[in-house]
């Protein structure tokens, strides 16, 4: 009773643990059940949750500037990066230097322009960023007449592909990018500015931070992983097609609340969003194996998203409302709840 | 009466008025985590009463008014009404209403996009029975409540209230109180901050006339002497707790003022340094200092107070010195950096998911560069140099910021500053909702901190408390109208000079816009239409056939599903919310007509029942549940096309006749496509224009105070999304008759379009506006972009960029015309 209060308590500075326990109890009833599974099925759901991580990861970023904001652009910049790699490597390993450096660019001009509306214009990031995609659409499909062809380079195939005594390159580097992600958060100043910003924007502007530089990194960082999240999905599939992106929209953002990032804001957790990855991958499999067709998988994931977040919100704001409470100092007009009233003696 | 009432009280319970009672609560405690915010306060409001309550900030008299008026239960205590009493469980806004109590609040709550007359119909709905003229009801209602209120108003019953000014919105607010039927207790909270002398003296009379006829008033102000002049009865709170209650006759200011904590006095140990001019820090200048006639420095060593009626422009001065670039505030200079330490510390002051220690050392880190790296141990040994002179305990370093009382949390955004160690440092009624011994604290650290040879600029509300400052400068109307130093700082003379240009003040806060921001503004609503006259003008230059009814028909008829999405979107955003799956949903909509309900018509009509409950409930959830709604509609959208997908796989079906009937009539003279687009701008209109409609702008402009008005939020969000689910599942059908067959991603491209031409439209994402007309021609515009395009031969590649610009470049010119709001 005890050790499950101390485990209630850490859990809560812990979110990850939920998604990671998902991970565990879903693997082990599909071990059992379906005999098929086994720790190399396991490797192959890690790599194709690794390309989820990374763009998972950006999306945090900007998820936790708070405020409803949120990078619908990710999918656009993963198509878009898949084509201009095509188009600037053509399957030649000597070509790419110039392909990294151009998914590297494309990210930045995407996240600057998607700052440039949000910070410098107050334009709401989803409009802001959902009229990014759309101009990024049509680069893709103009980019998608002049591309010569599918070859993909060897180096770039070997990495996305590749596997090191059985584990995916691809789940190292997405492993090395959880690693730095969460010490950046935890143990750089900026890690601080960002979790400051999105838990009280007008409480950070006063602290002396400049929260439109904090918030613009994020929306650049977002575009950028995105970006090369693409180069790679691209050399994963061996080319690129329309639509390539798209799944990445809801599922990076499910991801990352599945993962415990709260989504009002001010706290991110990188392993929470790995778990969480590899979870909403897992369920997908399971649905194949099930059998079940293309649409089921569509609503099951919808329906996971909705009710975590139902679940989610919940926390979140239960954990605020105290702050806006106390005092009795005249703050929004929010009505306690009935628990309250009913703790009274009887 | 009370329990705790002191000695007095005998005297007060001698001479109580004969009235019956009204309401009474006793024995009233309400706590948040460890502050007891009310502790055993009883209160009885009789027929008749005029009860004047007094007490500092933070002494618990909003707490209090709000569990009187259902807006917050109290953790123990009870209610009576007329001697029955009534479980706090089932008592909500709602219900105080019912039993006729209203509440003027402090923060207005009106809705500002809706006009008096329908501000006046939400206190009050149930006249108005949804018929034809209702409007002409509540304007007359709203003319006569405020001509017996204030006489002499001139305030339009139809204008808009985001247009009156601050004294005529109180008004509004006031005499919306008073004219409801019913009403037995009206709780005025500083009805008079805004108001001048002469409405207030009408207001007191009103309150005198009124109150013979047997209506209760419970009167809230920190003019103590208007207390005096209009109570029959004063309670005075201090800490939570009653501190006296009795005889208006028997009280007086100072006698009040010592009974709210007065004598918490600031003791003044610091002598005034004399200081070179290359300590000035901080320069005042320009309009601000214009009455003065000279310029203020403000040097190391000092403690400069900032006094003045609240609202007065001591707040803007405060943000102007902070971030003089940002608020081009003419005329200040500040030559070091400035830390600021805010008295509203839930809005303005703690992180509320961080421990004290985080909460403290972020004052240092944010002015670090980004990618230094961050110690604990290092925070810790910084945090508590600060925190020992506060007395602030370290063992609470680790606690999480909300579980402190409001006084520790003060002393940690204090220590935040220090850790910050910034040469200016601005107070903004840091004391606020802060016990005495916290605050004697304070200010012995204000002393020692500024002898160190920082400079602190400090705003208060607490007059007493500029006794402590080395120089107190006077606001009135925005400018600073009298420098006070030394012995020369007392109560009376900062009361006297706050007074001084007070009539000033109002003309100045009437609301100023210029006229070139208006033509832009303007120009921007005009776009919808400017852009459809361009389009349809250039592609009948190029090809004539378009304007005969047939090319028109062609044209438009695609673009009936994209207006019908557009409504439903309309709907969303007016409630300051974003449906993504909007389009998605439509899709599905048409997958079901056209395979189940042209296979089995009652499966089929089940089915689509079945979807719109769904899509409303969604409404709901995200309602009860407060969770985004961007991304609860981009899961939708994954559900509704998984449905879609389940049930047809592949782009079939067939349009039931009856369907391909309801779209395909014809009536000869004018353009199918043009009557029922004109049809569906006219069915938003009505809607709009019903009270449904207010109701549901009204949510979406100020919902807390809907809420206060007793207006249910979920049940709205649910007919808020059922209204939008029959636009868009309208737009499915339309889909359906149009393609003669179904494709569940048909209507994918339509959620942002639909986005797209609401914003063009003229509806703001904050949410509040409806804007039928507009938003149908920009629907319509948008739709003509691909045809614009084949016109003139050009790639349909560009269509989706075209689009997407047009929606950047409107935002853009929406926003540099918009006067741009505060934000943070």
Known sequence: ?346 | MSHIAVAVQATAAAAAPAGPSVVSLSGITKSFGPTLANAGIDLSVRAGDVIGLVGGNGAGKTTLMRILCGAMWPTLGSICFADEEVAFAGYDTGEAQRRGIRMVHQELSLCANLSVAENFFLETPADSASRPGWRALYRARARAALDAVFPGNGIDADAEVGHLTIAERQMVEIARAAATPGVKLIVLDEPTSSLDLDRSKQLRAFIRERAKAGLAFIFISHKLQEIIDIATEVVVLRNGRTAWQGHAADASIGKLVQLMGGDANPVHQHPVTAASSQDVLVRLSGPLTATLGRDIDIVRGEIVGLAGLEGSGQKELLHAIFSPDRNQHAGVSRRAEAGFIAGDRQKEGVFPLWSVLSNISIGALARRPAIGLVSDRANRDTAIGAASKLRLDDKRFQSNITDLSGGNQQKALVARAMVADTPVILLDDPTRGVDIATKQDFYRLCNEVARGGRALVWHTTEDAELLACDRVLVFSGGRIVKELAGEAITEQAIVGASFALSADGQARAASKRTAPARLGRKLVNAAPFIGLTAVLAIMIAINPAVASTFGLDLLLMPALSLVLVTAAQMFIVGGSEIDLGVGAFAGLVSVLSATLLYDQPWLGALALAAALAAYAGLGGVIQARKIPAIVVTLGASFIWVGIGYALQPTPGGASPEWLSTLFGWSIGFMPTSIFMIVAVALIVLVIDRLPLGVVLRGFGNNPAAMIRSGWSPTRYALVRYLIAGLFAGAAGLSLTAINTASDINSGNSYTLLSVAAVVMGGCSLLGGIISPVGAVAGAVTLSLIGALLGTLSVSSDYNAATQGLILIALLTLRSLTADRRSEP
């Open chain 1, 1 to 346: 009773m005890n050790a499950l209060a101390t485990f209630g308590l850490w859990a809560q500075r812990n979110r990850w643990i939920w998604a990671a326990i998902g991970v565990l109890i879903l693997w082990l009833v599909l071990s059992i059940v379906t005999s098929r599974f086994s720790l190399s099925s396991l490797s192959g759901v890690i790599l194709s949750a690794s390309f989820l991580t990374v763009v998972g990861i950006g999306q945090m970023f900007v998820l936790t500037t708070g405020r409803g904001n949120i990078d619908l652009s990710v999918a656009s910049v993963i198509t878009l990066s898949a084509f201009v790699a095509l188009l600037t490597i053509k399957g030649q390993d000597a070509n790419l230097a110039i392909g990294v450096v151009a998914a590297i660019l494309l990210g930045l001009a995407v996240g600057a322009l998607n700052s440039l509306l949000v910070v410098g214009l107050g334009i709401p990031a989803i409009i802001a960023t959902l009229a990014t995609g759309y101009v990024l659409a049509t680069a893709t499909l103009l980019s998608n007449k002049a591309i010569p062809g599918f070859a993909v380079s060897p180096s770039l195939k070997d990495l996305a592909t590749g596997r090191i005594g059985g584990v995916p390159i691809m789940a190292v580097v997405a492993i090395v990018g959880v690693a730095v992600t969460s010490f950046v958060l935890r143990y750089t100043v900026f890690g601080q500015l960002l979790s400051a910003v999105g838990q009280n924007r007008a409480a950070a502007r006063l602290a002396g931070i400049r929260n439109g530089r904090v918030i613009a990194s994020a929306f650049i960082i977002s575009s950028v992983l995105a970006s090369l999240d693409g180069l790679l999905l691209g050399a994963y599939i061996g080319g690129a097609f329309l639509e390539m992106g798209q799944p990445y929209l809801l599922q990076s953002i499910a991801a990352v609340v599945l993962g415990g990032t709260l989504i009002f804001g001010g706290s991110a957790t990188a392993l929470g969003t790995l778990f969480a990855s590899i979870l909403l991958v897992l369920i997908v499999t399971t649905m194949q194996i099930i059998g079940l067709p293309p649409g089921a998988q569509d609503i099951v994931q919808g329906i996971v998203v909705i009710f975590v977040l139902a679940l989610a919100g919940r926390q979140a704001l239960a954990r605020r409302a105290p702050a806006d409470l106390a005092d009795g100092d005249k703050g929004a007009a929010t009505k306690t709840r009935a628990d309250t009233a009913t703790a009274l003696p009887k």
